[in-house]
């Protein structure tokens, strides 16, 4: 079975860091590019940031440039995103998810999500 | 990056076909074939229901079907049932090698 779980959210204050992990089984790790995704508390979905299969190519959206890290380890089938200088507007319900593109069968960039994990909730406040 | 517009809401009544649109622009939806479309009950994680505009992974019923013309996509659902009542939002990769999210919508079956 395809899943993915994450861990690591809780409350934590403005300024300070958390490191959220994501962890993968039923399918190849090694062969799909890894996405982190959040919902905001009666908001839309919001991309967070993308790693290659490998871990050389890593894109993140501006909201997130210089304070968030996303990473990988491939021989625990383990994706992380370290997030620094945490403020309000952080908190969300964050998501691990797949990339749909099968490496070395599927052409393209990284697009799409499948499957998505059940989330785990960061809330940034004093 | 801004958000692709997506309805709030559309409804329908049981075996109707309703269709729920996403218009990006020429640097995400109009610019390349990889609109994605999910599906999210309430408390539930999202499930891809289209992806590279009109695919369907297996599994996914074919009374869904996507769709794109210029730089709106649309998801399609014919025989509507009770159990396709719930959140439906859509992606995009963007020129910026970043991807971008609708608003959502919220079906409603009547």
């Known amino acids: 079975q395809v899943q993915v779980v994450e861990s690591g959210g809780g409350v934590v204050q403005p300024g300070r860091s958390l490191r959220l992990s994501c962890a993968a089984s039923g399918f190849t790790f090694t062969s799909y590019a890894m996405h982190w995704v959040r919902q905001a508390p009666g908001k839309g979905m919001e991309w967070v940031a993308v790693?290659?299969?490998?871990?050389?190519?890593?894109y993140y959206a501006d909201s997130v440039k210089g304070r968030f890290t996303i990473s990988r380890d491939n021989s625990k089938n383990t994706l992380h995103l370290q997030m620094n200088s945490l403020r309000a507007e952080d908190t969300a319900l964050y998501y691990c998810?797949?990339?749909?593109?099968?490496?070395?069968?599927?052409?393209?960039?990284?697009?799409?999500?499948?499957?998505w994990g059940q989330g785990t909730l960061v809330i940034v406040s004093s | 990056q801004s958000a692709l517009t997506q309805p709030a809401s559309v409804s329908g009544s049981p075996g109707q076909s309703i269709a729920i649109s996403c218009t990006g622009t020429?640097?995400?939806?109009?610019?390349?074939?990889?609109v994605s479309w999910y599906q999210q009950h309430p408390g539930k994680a999202p499930k891809l229901m289209i992806y590279d505009v009109s695919d369907r992974p297996s599994g996914v019923s074919n009374r869904f079907s996507g769709s794109k013309s210029g730089n709106t996509a649309s998801l399609t659902i014919s025989g509507l049932q009770a159990e396709d009542e719930a959140d439906y939002f859509c992606?995009?990769?963007?020129?910026?090698?970043?991807?971008?999210f609708g608003g959502g919508t919220k079906l409603t079956v009547l």
């Open positions: 020429n640097s995400d939806v109009g610019a390349y074939n990889y």
């Open positions: 790693i290659s299969y490998d871990g050389s190519n890593k």
């Open positions: 992606s995009s990769y963007t020129s910026s090698t970043t991807l971008v």
């Open positions: 998810a797949k990339d749909i593109v099968v490496v070395g069968v599927s052409t393209g960039p990284p697009r799409g999500f499948d499957p």
